[in-house]
Structure formats: structure tokens, C-alpha cells
């Protein structure tokens, strides 16, 4: 398993997180990766559950020095990132790792580990439908949900860059379809 990975990538809303955290209860040898942010934590956010919390001088440090796989400056201020030290953590347990990241993470990821990866998009049925799920899970604003809507149509365009795309329309469906994409890669020598 050690040398293998999992790219779940899609615009928010469409079911990435759902999809992934099923896959995680399926497979004791799939392990979640932690990025590094530069943002403070929020709410119950603890350090190394959620991301590694580095101060903004901390991460471009890291940057200089090579440390990370990828990284992105998402928001103004404020960078996201894969450390080499975390894949090294995870693949040295025997582990498969899985990315749960935005588009662009999952294609820079992607491009990184090639053939050892596997990278999925998880497509909502509809732009309508990314709207209703939004809303119905009422962690965003209605300023946020627009923005996120706005950046979704953008992020809908990277799609065949992805080795493989998952419609997320009824969910059952989707959890085995994306069960037999990891389990078909993990057999995989
Ligand atoms: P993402 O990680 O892509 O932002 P989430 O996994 O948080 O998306 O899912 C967004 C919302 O949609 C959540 O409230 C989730 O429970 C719900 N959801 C996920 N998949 C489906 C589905 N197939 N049908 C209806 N609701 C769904
Ligand atoms: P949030 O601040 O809401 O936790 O995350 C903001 C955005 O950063 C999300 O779109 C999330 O997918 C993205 N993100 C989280 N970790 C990484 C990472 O390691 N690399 C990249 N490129 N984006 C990330």
C-alpha cells in the first residue's frame, strides 16, 4: 500500500468530503493527509487533526526550503500545502494516502506523483443541485455560497485533466462507484 495515493478533487459542495471519509471507514490503511495552512484555526480546528497551523513567516520558510509537495496561496494571505514530511509519515506506516483538495491541488498532485496516484473528480449532477447542497448544509453564508457557485463553473473546466470523473447524484450509488475505483487501484502491483 505504501507509495500509493488518492486524489479526491471537485468544487465544494459536490460531495468530496462525504465520498472521502467513506472510503476512510472502508480502508484502516488509507490515511487522510493533513496539509499545512497559513490561516488560524477555526472553531474546534486542532493542530495536526485538521492542518498543521504554521505562522505565514513559518510556511514561506518552508517554501524556500523545499518542503512542501505543492502548496497554493488560496486566499490573499493565506497558503495551503502538502509537506513532504507528511507524505513520508504516512507511506512510512505502510499507508495509502488521500488527498481531499481543490482542483488545482489535485491536478499539481496529480503531476507530482503520476503513476502512483490516482485522481478523481467528484462532479455534482448539476449546478442547481451544488446550490442546493450549499445551502442545505449551512456552514457557508449566502455571500459565500455565491462566491463558491461562481468559482465552481471555473473549476467544472478541469475536469479531464482527471484520470477518472464521479457524478455525485444519488449517493449510494456514487459511495460504491468510487469504492471499486480505490479498491481496483490498491490491488493494482
Ligand atoms: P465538499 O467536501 O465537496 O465541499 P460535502 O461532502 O461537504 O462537499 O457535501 C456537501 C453537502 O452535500 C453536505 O451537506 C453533504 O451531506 C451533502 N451531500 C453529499 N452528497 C450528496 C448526495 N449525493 N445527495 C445529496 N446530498 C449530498
Ligand atoms: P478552508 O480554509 O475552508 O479549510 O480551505 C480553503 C481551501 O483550501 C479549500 O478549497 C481547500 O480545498 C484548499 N486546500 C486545503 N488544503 C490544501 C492543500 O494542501 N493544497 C491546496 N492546493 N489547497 C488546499
Redesign the pocket.
Given at each position: 500500500m505504501a507509495g500509493k495515493v488518492l486524489i479526491f478533487s471537485?468544487?465544494?459542495?459536490?460531495?468530496?468530503?462525504?465520498?472521502v471519509n467513506h472510503i476512510l471507514g472502508l480502508h484502516p490503511d488509507v490515511e487522510f493527509s493533513v496539509s499545512a495552512t497559513s490561516r488560524p484555526p477555526r472553531g474546534q480546528e486542532r493542530d495536526g487533526r485538521e492542518y498543521y497551523f504554521l505562522s505565514e513567516e513559518e510556511f514561506r520558510r518552508r517554501i524556500s526550503a523545499g518542503e512542501f509537495v505543492e502548496y497554493e496561496e488560496v486566499y490573499a494571505g493565506s497558503f495551503y500545502g502538502t509537506l513532504k514530511s507528511e507524505v513520508e509519515r504516512i507511506w512510512g506506516k505502510g499507508h495509502a494516502i488521500i488527498f481531499?483538495v481543490d482542483v488545482k491541488g489535485g491536478v499539481n498532485l496529480k503531476k507530482y506523483f503520476g503513476g502512483s496516484a490516482m485522481s478523481v473528480f467528484?462532479q455534482a449532477p448539476s449546478v442547481e443541485e451544488l446550490r442546493r447542497?450549499?445551502e442545505?448544509?449551512k456552514t457557508d453564508s449566502a455571500e459565500s455560497i455565491e462566491r463558491r457557485i461562481a468559482k465552481a463553473r471555473e473549476e467544472m473546466t478541469f475536469a479531464p485533466q482527471f484520470d477518472h470523473i464521479l457524478v455525485?447524484?444519488?449517493?449510494e450509488k456514487?459511495f460504491s462507484e468510487a469504492e471499486s475505483l480505490v479498491s481496483t487501484f490498491l490491488r493494482k502491483p
Open positions: 471537485a468544487p465544494s459542495g459536490s460531495g468530496k468530503s462525504t465520498i481531499d467528484v447542497r450549499l442545505a448544509r455525485n447524484d444519488e449517493l456514487a
